[in-house]
Nanobody, 123 residues
């Protein structure tokens, strides 16, 4: 079992930055690929970014590539999402997820989810 707790969300103006963190419980964190997803009101949950177990492979959605950076610290059981140049369309609840995935962009491949953290970008 892995429990995930996100933090770092908030209200920011367009063009600003936020850093999300996701802390995982348990000693098996390093065995899981980690992903960030987001869900805006009335929309489906969508893939944002993912990182492999060792951090050697990283993937981004086209909408965030070049603005967001995913990273992980296996010693701290934490995955991060640095978000720069934020846009109003980035407004959503952001979720981290853990899983033994083959396609990191598919949310149904992740086994564990956090409760989400709200990110609101004002124009």
């Amino acid at each position: 079992q892995v429990q995930l707790v996100e933090s770092g969300g908030g209200l920011v103006q367009a063009g600003g930055s936020l850093r999300l963190s996701c802390a995982a419980s348990g000693r098996t964190f390093r065995y899981y690929a980690m992903g960030w997803f987001r869900q805006a009101p009335g929309k489906e949950r969508e893939f944002v970014a993912a990182i492999s177990r060792t951090g050697g492979n990283i993937y981004y959605a086209d909408s965030v590539r070049g603005r967001f950076t995913i990273s992980r610290d296996n010693a701290k059981n934490t995955v991060y999402l640095q978000m720069n140049s934020l846009k109003p369309e980035d407004t959503a609840v952001y979720y981290c997820a853990a899983g033994m995935v083959s396609d990191s962009s598919r949310k149904d491949e992740y086994d564990y989810w956090g409760q989400g953290t709200q990110v609101t970008v004002s124009s």
